[in-house]
């Protein structure tokens, strides 16, 4: 085995990060709960201007609720928002207005709300990545509840570990397998992107949270060369 502990193969990831093959900015959290799961590793990238973009002072699970109504079924009334998620028209109408003042939704002619074309949730990629030393079954069954809001999700594992691995399962579920080593990183099973449509409110809280003034700072940017 290359590495010792599962520990010290994050701590070596940490140092060499894992990263999308693109131009765009990326924002990294590590061990970021997001609903019952916690990934080792979040990524998002983006290819908008964060420093540029208007940020909410704090980005809810609510704001995500209404995001996510509005990615998966077009442009709806806020009553209509309102009554798919359980909430008053009165703070439907608060959250709205939040979102409305950073430019992450517009407002139709006849007066629906949707996402704005160039908004972040419809820019940005989310990554997930679980890191294993050998227990690969582990490793994609955790990875398996990701894929509910990662546009990318990857497993990554020592090198010498990952050579038990059943790439046919990994394939199967568009999950990526990468064997992570000291400083360089081998595609087993490249990864599937996700439809948009068919990621749920927790993609958006992820992306949300980069543009929140009270938690963008506990991501750490890396512009990809």
């Known amino acids: 085995m290359v590495f010792r502990s ?14 999308a093959r693109t131009s765009r ?3 990294t959290r590590y061990e970021m709960p997001v609903g019952i799961c916690i ?16 940020k909410l002072r704090r980005w809810t699970h609510q704001h995500s609720f209404l995001t996510w109504a509005l990615r998966s079924r077009g442009p709806l ?16 109408a608060e959250l709205a207005d939040d979102l409305l003042s950073c430019a992450v939704l517009i407002e139709t002619s006849d007066g629906n709300l949707r996402l704005a074309p160039r908004c972040p949730l419809l ?7 679980e890191l294993k030393l ?3 079954r582990n490793a994609l069954e955790q ?6 809001f990662a546009d990318i999700v990857v497993v990554g594992m020592d090198p010498d570990g990952v050579k038990r691995a059943n790439s046919a399962c990994f394939r199967e579920l568009g999950i990526g397998l990468a064997a992570i080593g000291r400083g ?13 449509v068919e990621l749920g409110p927790d993609h958006d809280y992820i992306i949300g949270s980069v543009l929140s003034r009270r938690t963008h700072t506990l991501w750490s940017r890396k512009k990809d060369a």
């Not at 599962?6 to 990263?19: D, G, I, L, Q, W």
Request: glycine share 2%; net charge positive; hydrophobic share 45%.
């Open 6 to 19: 599962e520990t010290e193969m994050r701590n070596a990831f940490r140092s060499v990060p894992f990263r």
């Open 25 to 27: 900015d990326t924002y």
């Open 39 to 54: 990934p080792d590793v979040l990524s998002v990238v983006g290819s908008w201007n964060v420093k540029r973009t208007p």
């Open 77 to 92: 009334a806020v009553d209509q928002v309102a009554g798919l998620a359980y909430q008053s028209v009165e703070k439907m």
């Open 123 to 129: 820019l940005a990629q989310v990554w997930a990545v």
């Open 134 to 136: 050998t227990r690969w």
């Open 143 to 148: 990875a398996r509840q990701y894929l509910d």
């Open 184 to 196: 360089a990183t081998r595609w087993l099973v490249a990864p599937r992107k996700r439809r948009l």
